[in-house]
């Protein structure tokens, strides 16, 4: 280990924070390294200072208003009847669509009964089969070349 | 009945999300201490540092975070970028509380006097110095720890650790 190297680790060596194999190797070299060993010692002098210092820890009265603020910006229930709320909300449109329809059709049928139309159920419309073909017409100065 | 005290923050998240409101108490009751006490030692005021920790903990309710992600680090960015823009807006120089230290450790002792030389040192330091070294010191961070809140290299985070820890030893020489 180099001591550009350990200069890295000191804090953590100091503060015992180092892994086993790189404690190790600390060690050999502070062994061996003067300089290091004062850098070490003045780490260690400066890292004392904080050594022992209060945590301090928020009033109890701040859990309670940040809980306040969730409340107010908690969404209700994004399910009903255990459905997404945009299934149930396209559900009831469908439905309503349907029941509109329905009514409206009695209404007009109800209307046209008081004025005395009558009201027949016409039978579908058969096709004849010539309004389905078409005939290409050629024109005669074409026949001859045909 | 969820036994949360089985669960990590990850696991805790989740069932906040399902639902479960105790689950967000747990969290809280895990990282406030930590954050709180970052958020006091970066602004050195015990006022601001609970406006930073009920804006953080909002924040960690209301978003969509995805639990694979390292959601205390999340956390501790929040707080720093909430922390950087109240320093912005004071713009004066950050000044330790006396009053407010005085209140919380009671009658002025040796550790109070302790306190204060501690606070008094860390608001010497630029804002970036001081946030590595108070998550190295108080919070026991890795440096890859570090660098993940503060979204910088590993390298970075490695030499504000080295120019501050010059700085406080010449602060300390001065004072003695």
Excluded at chain 2, 93 to 115: A, I, M, R, V, W
Aim: glycine fraction near 6%; charge should be positive.
């Amino acid at each position: 280990m180099t001591c550009s190297e350990l200069k890295s680790h000191l804090v953590d060596y100091r503060l015992g924070e180092l892994s086993p194999e790189l404690e190790i190797g600390v060690n050999e070299h502070l062994a061996v390294c003067k300089k290091c060993s004062v850098e070490l010692k003045q780490i260690g002098d400066t890292v004392s200072g904080f050594e022992g210092s209060a945590r301090f820890k928020p009033a109890p009265g701040v859990y309670k208003r940040i809980a306040e603020k969730i409340t107010v910006l908690k969404p209700g229930p994004s399910r009903f009847l255990g459905m997404p709320k945009s299934m149930v909300f396209a559900f009831g449109a469908f439905m309503l669509g349907i029941v509109l329809t329905k009514s409206i059709d009695a209404i007009i049928i109800s209307t046209r009964r008081v004025s005395g139309i009558e009201v027949r159920q016409e039978a579908p419309r058969r096709v004849p089969f010539s309004d389905t073909v078409e005939f290409y017409s050629v024109p005669a100065k074409n026949l001859a070349r045909i | 009945m969820i036994d949360h005290s089985d669960l990590n923050i990850s696991g805790l998240y989740r069932c906040f999300k399902k639902g479960d409101e105790k689950a967000f108490e747990v969290i809280y009751r895990v990282l406030s201490p930590g954050v709180f006490n970052y958020s006091v030692r970066v602004l050195g005021d015990w006022h601001l540092a609970e406006d930073v920790l009920v804006e953080t903990f909002t924040k960690f309710a209301r978003s969509d975070l995805d639990t694979r992600g390292n959601l205390k680090a999340w956390l501790y960015r929040v707080a720093t970028n909430a922390c950087y823009s109240l320093l912005r807006k004071r713009k004066t120089e950050l000044k330790c509380y006396e009053q407010q230290l005085k209140t919380s450790f009671g009658n002025p002792g040796p550790d109070f006097t302790k306190e204060l030389r501690v606070q008094r040192l860390l608001s010497k330091l630029p804002d970036y110095q001081r946030i590595v070294v108070i998550l190295k010191f108080y919070e026991r961070m890795t440096y890859q720890e570090i660098a993940d809140i503060l979204c910088c290299p590993l390298g970075t985070v490695k030499s504000r650790m080295h120019q501050s820890m010059h700085k406080l030893r010449d602060l300390m020489e001065d004072r003695s």
